[in-house]
């Protein structure tokens, strides 16, 4: 079975920036998309960046511009950078893996606060 770790999430204040990072606890197996997700309290969950196993990207309109995703296919690791933060990103993020076969695999999440 394979778990998801995320890790960097925070506080920071209007403007600020964060990196998230997600890693699997093992290796051995092919991810075809990775993506993030966030939850706002009271609100259903949304994607955020999304990338293939060939690089190609996509976002949401609201960070394009702002967030970049990327990963390592060796290490099977996925990293959103988070730039220009705003008081509207804040969330629990999770980290998605789309296994080769159609599993799907979720992080436990981590909080991205945006505040002055």
């Known amino acids: 079975q394979v778990h998801l770790v995320e890790s960097g999430g925070g506080l920071v204040q209007p403007g600020g920036s964060l990196k998230l990072n997600c890693a699997a606890s093992r290796s051995g197996f092919r991810v075809y998309g990775m993506a993030w997700y966030r939850q706002a309290p009271g609100k259903q969950r949304e994607l955020v960046a999304a990338i293939d196993s060939g690089g190609i990207t996509n976002y949401r309109d609201s960070v394009k511009g702002r967030f970049t995703i990327s990963r390592d296919n060796a290490q099977n690791t996925v990293h959103l950078q988070m730039n220009s933060l705003k008081p509207e990103d804040t969330a629990v993020y999770y980290c998605?893996?789309?296994?080769?076969?159609?599993?799907?695999?979720w992080g436990q999440g981590t909080q991205v606060t945006v505040s002055s």
């Open positions: 998605n893996f789309l296994l080769l076969g159609g599993t799907d695999v």
